[in-house]
């Protein structure tokens, strides 16, 4: 029979994980889960226990703040917390800018002119997740958008959106959030909203 003395790291780790994940501490990036149904989501899996959202009868002007470190937006009402979402915004070398910003646009069936996947006549991807600026299109394809429904351009070509959420930074520098969040975000948004991204 093992001491408790022996397995007391095993205990320890197990606990700091629970206490991290538990109370949404720690580092958001390294805890993956699942946040909408557009992207190549795997089965099953984590939840989302972060996001939620309490600003339909709250009154005031809206305002977003995004922080890139915390992969959460919060949204406000006359400056009052009323929703928090988990986030997926730019990896590393297409970062999402940092600043203070206004919604530009909104376009609740929004699809991506730059990165998607080449298809076939019939439909089927030939080629996912391209770039057009950088990838080739071959003989007899042609370009399909990725969806990005609920889109709030915020500044040239970056906007939050519906997406797939891994648990870390990887979209082209978009800011994505579970469908549920970003149609609440959507419909209590108009253009001019301020939205500003941290570190």
Known sequence: MRSFFSILPTVLSFALVLL????????????????????????????DTVSYWDGDNANGSPSVKISLGEQRAYFYKGGVLVGVSQLSTGREGLNTPTGTY?????????????????????????????????????????????????FMRIVSGTGMHAGYLPGYPASHGCIRMPEFMAEDFFRSVSVGTPVTITN
Do not use: W
């Open 20 to 47: 991290m994940t538990g109370c949404g501490g720690g580092n958001s990036a390294n805890t993956p889960y699942l946040g909408g149904v557009y992207g190549e989501a795997p089965p099953g899996g984590p939840r």
């Open 102 to 150: 206004k919604i530009i646009q909104k376009d609740k069936d929004h699809v991506s002119s730059l990165f998607g996947d080449y298809v076939d006549s019939a439909g089927n991807v030939v080629v996912p997740n391209v770039d057009i600026k950088k990838d080739p299109k071959p003989p007899g394809a042609h370009f399909k958008g990725t969806p990005m429904p609920y």
